[in-house]
């Protein structure tokens, strides 16, 4: 049980999941321990940085980003695990580039994670009063850095 739990965790947090890996670690008298669950030391500092991150900037780069863009064009907001916690932040196409590339500097100004941080475009459909990422556009654009 111990080791499966294990397992799903680290495959939600995009490290590795080989069986005799997570057992060499489990079996570890050094392992570092996060909320019972076993990593090595460099994995455990990825994951305290991520919580920090979470914690720490994500509100602030929230705050930044709904005082700038309107929450009608906002699509999605979500911590991509597999993709080393990264934010992603969907923004409805049509948004002015130059509305993002100021949040963009604001952010860069606002954390040292700004590497982080991707804006993705997407079609939004309002479905109930409710916004539904239909679909995602190919255009990406990263925070500068």
């Keep these: 049980m111990e080791l499966e739990k294990n397992i799903k965790l ?13 057992l060499s670690i489990l ?3 050094n392992k570092e321990e996060r909320f019972s669950y076993g990593f090595t030391k460099e994995e455990a500092k990825e994951f305290d940085r991520r ?8 509100p602030k ?7 700038k863009i ?3 064009n906002i699509g999605s907001f ?10 992603i932040l969907g923004i409805t196409v049509g948004t002015p580039k ?5 949040i963009k500097k604001e952010i860069n100004e606002l954390t040292t994670e700004s ?11 309002l479905v109930y009063g409710k916004i539904k990422v239909q679909s995602f556009a190919k255009e990406k654009c990263s925070v500068l850095h």
């Design 10 to 22: 680290r495959k939600t947090l995009g490290f590795d999941i080989n069986r005799n890996h997570v």
């Design 27 to 29: 079996n570890d008298e």
């Design 51 to 58: 919580m920090k991150f979470q914690k720490d900037e994500v």
């Design 61 to 67: 780069i929230k705050q930044k980003v709904f005082e």
């Design 70 to 72: 309107n929450e009608n």
């Design 78 to 87: 979500y911590i991509d695990q597999k993709n080393n916690g990264k934010l």
């Design 98 to 102: 130059s509305t993002i590339e100021k």
């Design 115 to 125: 590497e982080n941080v991707e804006f993705i475009f997407v079609q939004n459909s």
